[in-house]
């Protein structure tokens, strides 16, 4: 994959670009359920939830009101007379719900709903169009089509590569839109189906309108669209809202952070900024060369639990060649291994190499026999018999995750009502029928969207190639929008002498990976991050901005980051925060321990410093903190007195691969988990006094504190089932 530069994509110069002003759609939400029975047209009818109301005049205006997280009003009409109108009640997968339905003709006849739940603070908008209508401005006025609240800040993502975050601005047609003030109220509104033809613009006072690319000439009969409205206090906290939603409609559910290799243990990475980039040894082969690299890594301690295969491993261009020829190299001829590099296949060199693989993919070439053999949809295929034929052959090379790259450049297909959904659905369903997951690079803010109709859709690239401090930023802001809906944002690769990107990609809950060259990897740095056994050490939950971040970089540019994540252990979180300066040099930061989910007393650990303070409960912590970044552990002071730091030589030392329990009833209880070729382990911790350090499973030796410091450290080593169980008072 070649280096990007954020230029307008393929998808605005095949017509996304030139959307028509935003088209009528009338909005009905069926979801399965049984229409009620329409009555007398009424002045006004209205249904509650959650503090919301929504209401529907008979002069075709509405409104959403809310009382959380501010008295708010969404307001709009669809220009006409209802017909028709009704309410319902019922239950989906987002909840129950209560609903107005009702109908009205521009053009030709539509049916509209608004669906408020009875649980989560969530609107549902349907439109169908009654009979066949053109999609065009002249059809009819859009639905939804609100006013929102003057709220001061928008964020919303880009149409180029990786989808970057943006604060103002114009949004791109398939972002989600996100309204906020400086304490965090905020609202949410996005597409709810029809991801990749999706027309959400917004109008320079604020209106915002649901439609359907002008790309889409003529809506069918039967056809319907739906749009999202999510509120709440605090922006991760509407993320989070309005994310569960949409995955409770797509019917997915959340992904575990070890639910497979790729996500459970260390990898190596063949990308553009690893060492192995179309580049190998000349003396070893590509095939030997990588060999030696599993090799060197497991001898130093830090086994690798997969490796990927970048697009060097098949042939591209009309050259047929693994180098390929012709612009970015080429598409792919065809997706099979390349003869002059493998040549007894993938197969056997997986075998040998014995690790899984990820397998990267691009678009498909116009030299490609595959134009002839299957259906395309400009230069991806939409046809099953492609998919299921890739997916076969990946399965049988011991192939676990298939990696579609490109997604905002050459992989897109023709924006219609049934290619986007076909392209990615029929990649998704054979993928899952051989036991593969995906990842997305490079792409769209519809790609984020479409992937919560998929459960093997786990991971996302979220920054462009070859991770450094220059992407750290969209990095953390892209990782709300992915791991709200259900990806683990991936850094892409870096070498793992880089503390701070090593860091950063444990951190993001997800997938780590390296590139270094054989020899030059720092077994010391990556077993910050992994176990022996290459079991990655790693939060709960991806590590994303703090809400006053939000406001703070919309204000100021240069305003400093602040990220954290956390782990939980019954009851007890402990927080981790990476701060760092955004104006190339020093700035102020502050955080709120109890904000951050850890209660009463805090005591704030600087992991590159060693030092520590403790932070009364309601109190905030500040420091200063440089471009390259501080690092802090936030641990609650128990009932014991005691602050549980954990395994003092990870970046995550609380994290459930290597703490598996934890309580504090006056006395500390933790289990400590050891990879079988491990011996022993350091924790730490603060306490008011030294404390007693038992065991009952396993050992512990002396105790080590400091006075001054009121920091304690102790060694401890497993039993015979490989955990120990530990008891300090």
Same mark, same amino acid.
């Not at 008979?58 to 307001?75: C, E, L």
């Not at 997305?440 to 992937?451: H, K």
């Not at 991806?542 to 406001?551: E, F, G, K, R, T």
């Given at each position: 994959m070649r280096n990007r530069t954020l230029t307008p994509n393929l998808r605005s110069r095949r017509g996304r670009a030139r959307i028509a002003a935003p088209t009528t759609l009338a909005l009905l939400v069926g979801l399965g359920l049984a229409e009620s029975s329409a009555y007398a047209v009424t002045p006004h009818v209205a249904v509650t939830g959650s503090g919301i109301t929504a209401s529907v005049?008979?002069?075709?205006?509405?409104?959403?009101?809310?009382?959380?997280?501010?008295?708010?009003?969404?307001?709009?009409?669809?220009g006409h007379a209802v017909t028709s109108q009704s309410t319902t009640s019922g239950t989906d997968a987002i909840g129950a719900y209560q609903e107005v339905d009702f109908s009205y003709t521009d053009s030709v006849h539509r049916a509209a709903s608004i669906r408020v739940y009875q649980n989560a603070p969530i609107v549902l908008f349907g439109s169908t169009t009654q009979s066949?209508?053109?999609?065009?401005?002249?059809?009819?006025t859009p639905f939804p089509s609100f006013s929102t609240p003057g709220l001061p800040y928008l964020e919303s993502f880009q149409d180029t590569a990786f989808s970057y975050y943006q604060f103002g601005g114009t949004p791109a047609h398939d972002s989600p839109q996100v309204g906020f003030d400086g304490q965090g109220h905020s609202y949410l509104v996005s597409a709810a189906d029809n991801f990749g033809v999706a027309n959400l613009t917004r109008s320079t006072t604020g209106t915002v309108s649901a439609g359907i690319a002008a790309s889409v000439s003529t809506l069918p009969a039967g056809f319907t669209h739906r749009t999202i409205l999510a509120l709440g206090s605090g922006i991760n906290t509407t993320y989070g809202?309005?994310? *569960?939603? /949409?995955?409770? #409609? !797509?019917?997915?559910?959340?992904?575990?952070?070890?639910?497979? *290799?790729? /996500?459970?243990? #260390? !990898?190596?990475?063949?990308?553009?900024?690893?060492?192995?980039?179309?580049?190998?040894?000349s003396s070893l082969g590509y095939q030997g060369t990588l060999q030696s690299v599993a090799n060197d890594f497991a001898s130093k301690g830090v086994p690798l639990g997969y490796m990927q295969l970048d697009s060097w491993w098949y042939p591209k261009g009309s050259s047929d060649s693994w180098q390929g020829n012709g612009t970015d190299r080429g598409g792919e001829y065809v997706y099979r291994s390349a003869p002059a590099l493998f040549p007894n296949g993938l197969a056997a060199f997986q075998q040998q190499l014995g690790l899984p693989l990820v397998t990267h993919a691009r678009w498909i070439d116009p030299s490609s026999p595959y134009r002839q053999q299957y259906q395309m949809s400009n230069n991806v295929s939409t046809d099953p018999a492609f998919w299921n034929s890739t997916m076969t052959y990946l399965k049988s090379a011991g192939v676990v995750t298939y990696e579609q790259d490109w997604l905002s450049e050459y992989a897109q297909p023709n924006y219609n009502l049934t290619d986007p959904s076909a392209f990615m659905g029929n990649?998704?369903?054979?993928?899952?029928?051989?036991?593969?997951?995906?990842?997305?690079?490079?792409?769209?803010?519809?790609?984020?969207?479409?992937?919560?109709?998929y459960q093997n859709a786990q991971t996302t690239r979220v920054s462009n190639d070859r991770f450094d401090r220059s992407k750290w930023d969209g990095f953390l802001f892209d990782s709300r929008l992915a791991s709200a809906l259900g990806e683990y944002p991936w850094t892409d690769v870096f070498m793992s002498t880089e503390t701070q990107n090593l860091l950063l990609s444990t951190l993001s809950s997800g997938m780590v990976g390296v590139g270094d060259a054989i020899g030059a990897e720092s077994a010391s740095n990556l077993l910050e991050s992994v176990r022996a056994d290459g079991v990655i050490v790693k939060p709960d939950v991806?590590?994303?901005?703090?809400?006053?971040?939000?406001?703070a970089v919309a204000q100021n540019s240069t305003a400093p980051m602040?990220?954290?994540t956390y782990t939980t252990h019954n009851g007890l979180r402990e927080a981790y925060v990476f701060a760092y300066a955004r104006n190339n040099g020093t700035q102020s930061i502050a955080f709120n321990p109890n904000a951050r989910g850890v209660s009463g007393e805090a005591y704030v650990y600087n992991y590159f410093t060693g030092a520590g303070r403790l932070v009364p409960a309601g109190s905030t912590f500040t420091d200063t903190v440089g471009s390259n970044g501080s690092y802090y552990e936030i641990a609650p002071v128990g009932p014991s007195g005691i602050a549980f730091l954990g395994d003092a030589g990870k970046f995550v030392s609380t994290g459930d691969t290597r703490i598996p329990h934890l309580s504090d009833n006056g006395t500390v209880n933790a289990t400590v988990a050891f990879a079988n070729n491990e011996h022993s382990v350091t924790v730490h911790g603060y306490a008011p006094i030294a404390p007693t350090v038992t065991a009952s499973d396993g050992s512990v030796g002396s105790v080590s504190y400091s006075s001054s410091t009121h920091l304690f450290s102790v060694t401890v080593m497993p039993g015979s089932d490989h955990n120990a169980v530990i008891a300090l008072h």
């Open positions: 005049n008979s002069d075709g205006s509405y409104q959403i009101q809310t009382q959380q997280p501010a008295s708010w009003t969404f307001s709009g009409t669809v066949s209508a053109a999609n065009s401005a002249s059809a009819g809202t309005w994310g *569960s939603a /949409l995955m409770a #409609l !797509g019917g997915k559910h959340p992904i575990a952070n070890n639910a497979n *290799s790729t /996500l459970n243990k #260390l !990898g190596y990475w063949t990308d553009n900024g690893a060492t192995y980039y179309y580049n190998y040894n990649m998704a369903s054979s993928a899952s029928a051989n036991g593969l997951t995906l990842q997305y690079c490079m792409p769209l803010p519809w790609n984020y969207l479409q992937s919560t109709q991806p590590i994303v901005p703090l809400d006053s971040v939000y406001s602040v990220a954290s």
